[in-house]
């Protein structure tokens, strides 16, 4: 018998809310809530996931044609399997 778990919604109270995906930063696993989430969340997750990267790194989304750029607070729509890369700031070429 199969049972849909319960998570927690954004707003702290308990119920259905984003079920939670893994994706990649910096090659390393990374669990998220499912959808639109910011540039910023992202690399706050991993940081308090044990990735070693800061705020200030610039973070990239892999995409079909290489590594597109990830503002800050650009909203992204996260999905399984997103892969990331976070670099320092003074690593950007």
């Known amino acids: 018998m199969q ?3 319960q998570h927690d919604r954004p707003d ?3 119920g259905r809310g984003p079920k939670p995906v893994t994706i990649t930063v ?5 669990e998220m809530p499912k ?7 992202v690399k ?8 070693a990267i800061e705020p200030d790194f610039s973070l990239f989304l892999r995409g079909k044609y290489g590594l597109d750029p990830v503002r800050d607070d650009e909203v992204v ?3 399984k ?3 990331f890369s976070a670099v320092a700031p ?3 070429s």
């Open 3 to 5: 049972t849909d778990r």
């Open 12 to 14: 702290g109270k308990p």
């Open 26 to 30: 910096n090659g390393q696993q990374v």
């Open 35 to 41: 959808g639109q989430t910011t540039g910023a969340e």
């Open 44 to 51: 706050r997750a991993a940081i308090d996931q044990g990735i």
């Open 77 to 79: 729509d996260i999905k």
């Open 81 to 83: 399997g997103d892969e």
């Open 90 to 92: 003074d690593d950007v």
